[in-house]
């Protein structure tokens, strides 16, 4: 790489591409070019394609996103980066529907309905047999319905199985545990009914049911009702289902286990996970996450300590729990636990990782509301008089000062929430509130997420 000592204009001059091995397009003194460099007509490209890209986002901005989940449908991460990016925008992305769904990410209206490609153990062959059968004779309307019109050799059990769990036939009967129990007696079902047709021999019941007609597919009904169903289940849990969801599609979509504290976690100002690699070295860092794995790992001397999978909306990260934290927090580090965690970002081994030094379930996080008079917010005397009361709680070790403080600036009709800088958390919320109150402040412990 040789570097370019001095530049001048020329004016406006004609532009060509340099013929070289390499990315090169600056000649320097002495003949020597600079690598790494394109020249100025790759710089028009790049520039009209970033215009057309902002153009498409601003103006078309369901199917700009439906497009760049369909590019990236490879790479879980980047999925529920663009996912995140969906919500923020207000575009709902909605689970796979085996009447609406096609191979692709679709756009429909203000929301983008999930591909049935990304719907893992679902090849190419099954969905075109699938859209094939939809087209040929309308959506379906049963389990019974689609078994017996699509080739049970293309769309197998397993497919079934993965459909019927990621939700894609929660349109036909939203009870999932149901619909897998009546699986297998619906397949055999099916089968049969295929191999009579092959024989040309219809079912003794579907010619009944059609009024004696030997051709049981001009009924009414094509005796669908005649299907053999399991006895009646309940439905499984709704962290159940979540679970089986992000299986089959390698994220949660028609929920998330964070999606409820997502609102009110904002005023925490934690980090996004999809941002870590960004985030600054040595500083203490917080952030909502749910704990997708938990390898435990002894170390040579005989410590507990762990290596864990983090998730929330906008993504994954790994994590290192050292032994001295694992000792205080080793209790809440459990496979999907969903957990605040404080600590700092390691680039060791060109590996961006998360070292936890402290963790809470955010069932457990509260925060102190203080109620600040607009006059008394930008008074200097009463702001010293806060930061006192507050030093004065933070406990005897600072770093250990978890809890947030939360400014209320306004009244009911316009209110404004700050939060302070780390350096005015307190350790112990109802003492922190206790204090000042006596020091004639309104104000009040309150959990994350109510209970």
């Known amino acids: 790489m040789a570097k370019i000592l001095s530049r001048q204009s020329l004016g406006v001059q004609p532009v060509y591409d340099i013929g070289v091995a390499h990315d090169h397009n600056f000649l320097l003194a002495g003949g020597q070019v600079a690598s790494n460099c394109f020249n100025k007509s790759h710089s028009t490209a790049y520039g009209f394609v970033t215009f057309q890209t902002a153009y498409l986002k601003a103006n078309y901005p369901v199917e700009y996103m439906a497009a760049l989940l369909t590019s990236n449908s490879g790479d879980q991460d980047k999925v529920q980066m663009h996912i995140a990016n969906c919500i923020a925008m207000g575009i709902e992305v909605l689970p796979p529907d085996i009447n609406r769904s096609m191979v692709d990410f679709t756009p429909e209206g203000n929301s983008i309905l999930f591909g049935l490609s990304a719907v893992r153990n679902v090849g190419l062959g099954a969905i075109e047999c699938i859209l094939q059968a939809r087209e040929a004779d309308g959506p379906f309307k049963s389990l019974a319905e689609l078994c017996d019109r699509v080739d049970l050799h293309a769309v197998n059990r397993r497919a079934l199985e993965s459909l019927i769990l990621s939700g894609a036939l929660d349109p036909l009967e939203p009870n999932r545990h149901q619909l897998m129990q009546d699986l297998d007696l619906v397949i055999d079902w099916a089968q049969g009914r295929a191999r009579d047709r092959e024989i040309g021999q219809g079912n003794l019941f579907d010619m009944i049911l059609g009024g004696g007609d030997a051709q049981p597919t001009t009924t009414a009904t094509n005796g669908y009702e005649t299907a053999p169903k399991a006895a009646p289940v309940a439905d499984f849990d709704p962290q159940e289902k979540l679970r089986q969801e992000k299986e089959i599609l390698g994220f949660y979509i028609s929920d998330h286990p964070l999606k409820a504290v997502q609102r009110p976690a904002k005023i925490l100002a934690p980090i996004n996970l999809a941002e870590l690699q960004e985030q600054p070295d040595n500083v203490t860092l917080s952030a909502i996450v749910l704990l997708a794995g938990v390898k435990p790992v002894i170390t040579k001397k005989g410590d507990r300590m762990a290596i864990v999978q983090l998730e929330d909306l906008t993504g994954q990260a790994e994590a290192v729990v050292f032994p001295k934290s694992f000792e205080r927090i080793g209790q809440h580090i459990a496979a999907d636990r969903r957990l605040m965690i404080w600590g700092k970002v390691d680039r060791r081994d ?62 009911r009709q316009q209110r404004q929430f700050v939060r302070l800088g780390a350096q005015f958390r307190v350790q112990d919320p109802e003492a922190a509130v206790t204090a000042l109150i006596k020091a004639d402040f309104k104000a009040k412990a309150t959990p994350l997420i109510s209970a």
């Open 350 to 411: 060109d590996r961006v990782q998360f070292i936890i030094d402290d963790a809470e379930p955010i069932e457990a996080v509260r925060m102190v509301m203080v109620e600040l008079d607009p006059n008394w917010a930008g008074d200097i005397e009463q702001q010293h008089r806060l930061r006192n009361v507050i030093r004065n709680n933070q406990g005897e070790d600072p770093k250990y000062a978890r809890v947030p403080v939360i400014a209320v600036i306004g009244g």
